[in-house]
C-alpha cells in the first residue's frame, strides 16, 4: 500500500495566506467550513484563517471541514490536530475519518495542524486523543461523504440513495457510471451541510482501513532524516540559547561571571533571568546567547554562579526514607477510604501479611532533549513559538501569563516530539525560551542538554507504602491497611498554603483493592519537597499496579490459593462496581475478568511446570478506560541475573482498534518500558540536587534484557474505544516480579531491581 505524502510544516509557508483562500474560495466556489467539535462555521472560518496546517493554490477546493481539503487534483489533506509524540496519533486519527471519507489511504495527505481553537482541544496526554476525537471524527468523514454522494447524484440527476462511494470517488451501480473525487469538489463545496441525523455512519463490519496494518506516516522521513523535531526548526538569522538553572530545586542566582561568559568565542549575551517561584513554570536562570549551539553550551562550562539555594538544600533520598519510616508508625494525616472495622478483621484473621514497599523519583529521559524556538516581534508584541509539546494550550497560556502577552499574539506551531511519556504536557521549556527571545528580540533557539533534561525533569514521584493485609481461614481476603507517604509540593489555596501530591502522587480511595474489600483503611500523608513533579506514562498506575497486585500476591500465597483463582474472587460477582466520591469512576468487573481468564489462557496459566530458577507471574489493572491483564514468565539464573522469557498481554480497549500496527506498537513498547523502568532507572537526590545527570549513570534497557517474545491480544467489545499509549504499562512490573518469586521465592519491595538480590541456590 503506497504510503501518504508527508508534509513536516515546519518552515514558514509562502503559498496563498488562509485568510485569502477562504476570502476567494467562498466568492468562487462556494466553499464550507463545517462546525467542529461545538465551534459554530463563522468562529471557524474566522480561525482557520490563522491556520497554516492546510495550505491552498486554488479556489476549486472542497473543503467540508477545518480538517478536510479535497482538491481538484484528487489529492486528500487532513490535518492531524494532535500532538505526535510517537504513539502514531498522526496515523490513526487520520485513519478513522478516511475511513468515513471512502478515500483511497494512497491519496491521502497528512499534515500537522498548529494550535487553533477551531480545532478544539489538541492535547495529548492520558491516552485521551482517540477517545475524545473517535466519534466525532466519523461523523466529519461521514458529512463530506454525504456531500461528495449528493453531488454525484444531483450531477446524474438521480436519487442519492443510489449512488454510494468507494476508492475515492462516488459510483451509480444501475448505471454503471463514475465520477471522481476531484471531479467533484467544485458541486460538493458549493452544498449546504446536511443535518446530523441525515448523516449516516458506516456500518463497522464494513470497514476497510480500521483494523488493519498501516505504516506510521513519518516513517519514512524520520529514517531518512528529514527535518519533523522541533531541535530540527531553523530560522533566519537565529540565535541559540542555554539556561542554567539552580541544581538545588527553588534556588535562585545572586550573582554571576556574566562578563567572562560574554567574552567567550560567538557569545553574543548573557544575563540572569529572575523568573518566579512556579515549579512547574520560569524558573530563575542564567541565560547564555550565542551563534551556535556549540559556542553556547563551550561557554556554559565557563560559567561561575553564586546561588541562593534556599531551604531545599537539606533535602536528600536518605533523609526522605527516613522520614518515611516515622510517619508510618503514625496515623496518616489523610483518610481516603474507610470502610468497615479494620482493627476488628485484623483480629480475627487466620493470616496477616506485612510489608513495605517503596519506589524512586526517575525522569522521563525522552531521545529528544527538551528545546523550543521562539520568534518575537517588539513592534507589534506578538510571538511565534516552535515546539515540541504535548499541550500546546497550556504552553501558550504560560507564555501569556507568565509574560503578560494576549493569547491572540502568540502563535504556536506543533512539531513532532521525540518521545513525551508525559514530560512535554509541562511547559517550561517553552516559557524559558520565550522569555528569552523577548529580551534579545532576535529568533532564539533554546536547547538543553541531557543534563538538564534530566536534573530539571518533572519528575515521577517516589514514594512508600506501608501494607498490612488480612485472609480468613477460607483464604479470603477480609481486611487491607495502606498507609501511603507521598511527595507534595507547597502550594497556595485560597490563599492559604496547603501541600498538594505531585502528580501521579496522590492516591484515590476508589483504588483497587480500595471498593472491594469489606475491612478497609487507606491513608496518606504527605511529605513537603520543592522537588518539581509532572505526569509519567500512566501517572499513578504505573507505581501503583506494581505495589498492590505484588502484595495481592503475597496474600494469595499466605492464604494457599492460586492467584488467578484469588484474583477473581476478590473482584467478585458484581458486573460494575460505581466509583465513589466526586472523581469516582464506575469499574466493569466482568470485562477485567474476562481479560484475565483470557490471558489464563494465552499463557498456559496453571498447566505449565516450571523447574527452579523459572516461573510464571499474573497481574491486571484498570486505567486510562483499558482493561488490561498480562502473564510474565522469567528465568532467574542462580546468580540472580534475570531474563524476561515471555510476555502475554490481553487487552479490552473497546469496539475497534484504529490502526492495529500502531495498537501492537503501543503494547509492545509499554512491556519494554515497564521492563526498562523495573530494572533499572532511579534518581538519588543529596543536598537538594539530582545526583545522576546522564545515561552513564541513568541506564534503561538494552537489547539483552528485552524480553524475548511478547504475545499482543485484542479482545473486541462493545464498548466505546479508547487510547493504548499507557494502560498496558502498569501490569507489567508486578507480572514480572510475582514471576520472580514463582522462580526464586524472594519478593521484590523495593524498585528498581538492582537493590534486590535474585540469587538462589
Not at 216 to 229: M, S, W, Y
Not at 405 to 417: A, F, N, V
Not at 578 to 586: D, F, L, N, S
Not at 648 to 662: F, Y
Amino acid at each position: 500500500m503506497n504510503k501518504p505524502l508527508q508534509d513536516n510544516m515546519l518552515q514558514k509557508a509562502t503559498q496563498v495566506s488562509r485568510r485569502d483562500f477562504l476570502r476567494t474560495s467562498a466568492a468562487g466556489s462556494g466553499a464550507l467550513i463545517l462546525a467542529y467539535l461545538g465551534v459554530d462555521a463563522g468562529r471557524a472560518e474566522a480561525q482557520i484563517s490563522k491556520a497554516d496546517a492546510i495550505t491552498a493554490n486554488t479556489a476549486a477546493d472542497f473543503m467540508p471541514s477545518a480538517l478536510i481539503r479535497i482538491s481538484s487534483d484528487g489529492t486528500v489533506t487532513l490535518v492531524s490536530k494532535q500532538p505526535e509524540i510517537g504513539q502514531g496519533i498522526k496515523t490513526s486519527l487520520p485513519m478513522v475519518i478516511a475511513e468515513e471519507l471512502e478515500v483511497s489511504w494512497k491519496d491521502v495527505r497528512i499534515v500537522q495542524g498548529d494550535l487553533n481553537p477551531a480545532y478544539g482541544s489538541q492535547g495529548a496526554g492520558g491516552s485521551t486523543s482517540t477517545p475524545t476525537n473517535y466519534n466525532e471524527f466519523h461523523r466529519l468523514g461521514a458529512t463530506a461523504r454525504t456531500m461528495l454522494v449528493s453531488a454525484a447524484a444531483q450531477t446524474w440527476n438521480v436519487p442519492a440513495a443510489e449512488c454510494h462511494a468507494a476508492d475515492s470517488a462516488v459510483h451509480h451501480a444501475a448505471s454503471k457510471r463514475m465520477l471522481t473525487y476531484a471531479s467533484l469538489v467544485v458541486k460538493a463545496a458549493s452544498l449546504p451541510v446536511p443535518d446530523a441525523k441525515d448523516v449516516k455512519l458506516k456500518d463497522p463490519a464494513q470497514f476497510k482501513l480500521l483494523g488493519t496494518r498501516i505504516a506510521g506516516v513519518d516513517n519514512l522521513a524520520i529514517v531518512t532524516g528529514k527535518p519533523l523535531f522541533g531541535i530540527d526548526v531553523k530560522l533566519p538569522g537565529m540565535l541559540y540559547a542555554v539556561y542554567e538553572k539552580c541544581p538545588v530545586f527553588g534556588g535562585k542566582a545572586v550573582s554571576a561571571n556574566l562578563d567572562v561568559i560574554k567574552a567567550q568565542p560567538g557569545i553574543r549575551d548573557a544575563f540572569i533571568i529572575e523568573g518566579t517561584d512556579n515549579l512547574r513554570g520560569l524558573l530563575p536562570g542564567i541565560a547564555i546567547i550565542a551563534e551556535s549551539t556549540w559556542a553556547a553550551f563551550s561557554a556554559r562550562k565557563l560559567l561561575s554562579v553564586n546561588w541562593d539555594e534556599g531551604k531545599s538544600a537539606q533535602d536528600s533520598w536518605e533523609g526522605f526514607c527516613s522520614q518515611a519510616k516515622g510517619l508510618a508508625k503514625q496515623a496518616g494525616v489523610n483518610t481516603l477510604r474507610k470502610d468497615g472495622d479494620v482493627n476488628a478483621a485484623f483480629g480475627n484473621a487466620a493470616k496477616i501479611v506485612e510489608a513495605a514497599y517503596s519506589y524512586p523519583f526517575i525522569s522521563h529521559a525522552s531521545m529528544e532533549p527538551q528545546n523550543c524556538t521562539v520568534s518575537f516581534n517588539a513592534q507589534d508584541g506578538s510571538m511565534e513559538i516552535w515546539a515540541p509539546t504535548q499541550n500546546p494550550e497550556a504552553g501558550q497560556a504560560l507564555v501569556s501569563e507568565t509574560l503578560n502577552i494576549p493569547k491572540e499574539k502568540i502563535k504556536l506551531h506543533i512539531t513532532r516530539s521525540g518521545g513525551g511519556f508525559g514530560r512535554r504536557l509541562s511547559s517550561d521549556f517553552i516559557v524559558e525560551a520565550a522569555a528569552i527571545a523577548r529580551r534579545v528580540n532576535t529568533p532564539v533557539k533554546l536547547t538543553w542538554s541531557r543534563e538538564d533534561d534530566m536534573r530539571h525533569d518533572h519528575f515521577r514521584a517516589g514514594g512508600f507504602h506501608f501494607l498490612r493485609g488480612g485472609v480468613d481461614a477460607q483464604g479470603k481476603l477480609v481486611a487491607w491497611h495502606n498507609h501511603f507517604v507521598t511527595f507534595a509540593n507547597k502550594v497556595m489555596r485560597d490563599g492559604k498554603p496547603v501541600l498538594q501530591p505531585g502528580s501521579g502522587a496522590g492516591l484515590s480511595g476508589d483504588e483497587f483493592p480500595g471498593r472491594w474489600v469489606e475491612n478497609c483503611l487507606l491513608e496518606q500523608t504527605p511529605l513537603e519537597t520543592s522537588i518539581p513533579m509532572g505526569p509519567w506514562r500512566a501517572p499513578g498506575s504505573n507505581v501503583f499496579a506494581w505495589v498492590f497486585h505484588s502484595f495481592i500476591d503475597e496474600l494469595a500465597h499466605a492464604a494457599g490459593r492460586d492467584a488467578l483463582e484469588f484474583r477473581l474472587d476478590i473482584l467478585g460477582n458484581k458486573d460494575i462496581v460505581p466509583g465513589t466520591g466526586e472523581r469516582g469512576q464506575a469499574y466493569h468487573v466482568g470485562r477485567m475478568k474476562r481479560v484475565l481468564r483470557e490471558v489464563a489462557d494465552k499463557a498456559g496459566w496453571g498447566r505449565k511446570k516450571f523447574p527452579r530458577g523459572q516461573g510464571q507471574g499474573i497481574a491486571f489493572h484498570f486505567s486510562h478506560r483499558g482493561y488490561i491483564a498480562e502473564v510474565a514468565e522469567v528465568t532467574v539464573s542462580k546468580k540472580g541475573e534475570l531474563k524476561v522469557d515471555r510476555v502475554v498481554v490481553v487487552t479490552d480497549i473497546g469496539a475497534q482498534i484504529v490502526n492495529l500496527s500502531g495498537a501492537e506498537h503501543q503494547v509492545q513498547g509499554s512491556v519494554l518500558d515497564g521492563i526498562s523502568t523495573l530494572m533499572y532507572p532511579e534518581l538519588d537526590i543529596q543536598h537538594g540536587r539530582v545526583v545522576q545527570g546522564n545515561f552513564q549513570d541513568y541506564p534503561l534497557l538494552r537489547m539483552k534484557d528485552s524480553a524475548t517474545k511478547i504475545e499482543v491480544h485484542f479482545l473486541k467489545t462493545d464498548f466505546p474505544v479508547t487510547g493504548l499509549g499507557e494502560p498496558a504499562f502498569p501490569p507489567l512490573a508486578p507480572a514480572v516480579c510475582n514471576a520472580i518469586f514463582a522462580a526464586t521465592g524472594k519478593r521484590v519491595r523495593q524498585l528498581p531491581l538492582t537493590h534486590a538480590d535474585l540469587s538462589w541456590s
